[in-house]
Nanobody, 112 residues
Framework: QAQLVESGGGSVQAGGSLRLSCVAS????????MGWYRQAPGKQRELAAS???????QYSDSVMGRFTISRDYTKDTVYLQMNGLKPEDTAVYYC??????WGQGTQVTVSS
């Protein structure tokens, strides 16, 4: 059964850093573009970053230059390194495989 398990969320002060991890089971990792979406309270879920199977990356304007997405095929894991965090980055972050499979989400809270 396909499964995505996120970890690494938490609370941090503005300007701090966090690294999110998402381990993919089954055959998801090798064949799908992996992504991180986020959903803040009262807002729609939005794409933060994605990475294709051959390593091409895409970022939303709001995280460009601060977040870095990467994937490790030896560990079936996708990462989101988040630096220079801002209060507006506060959201539940979801890992996805091809926007078809979703993790349970991990909370990121940034205080000013």
């Amino acid at each position: 059964q396909a499964q995505l398990v996120e970890s690494g969320g938490g609370s941090v002060q503005a300007g701090g850093s966090l690294r999110l991890s998402c381990v993919a089971s089954g055959s998801l990792f090798a064949f799908y573009t992996m992504g991180w979406y986020r959903q803040a309270p009262g807002k729609q879920r939005e794409l933060a970053a994605s990475i294709t199977t051959d390593g091409r990356t895409q970022y939303s304007d709001s995280v460009m230059g601060r977040f870095t997405i990467s994937r490790d095929y030896t560990k079936d894991t996708v990462y989101l390194q988040m630096n220079g965090l801002k209060p507006e980055d506060t959201a539940v972050y979801y890992c996805t495989a091809g926007a078809s499979y979703w993790g349970q989400g991990t909370q990121v809270t940034v205080s000013s």
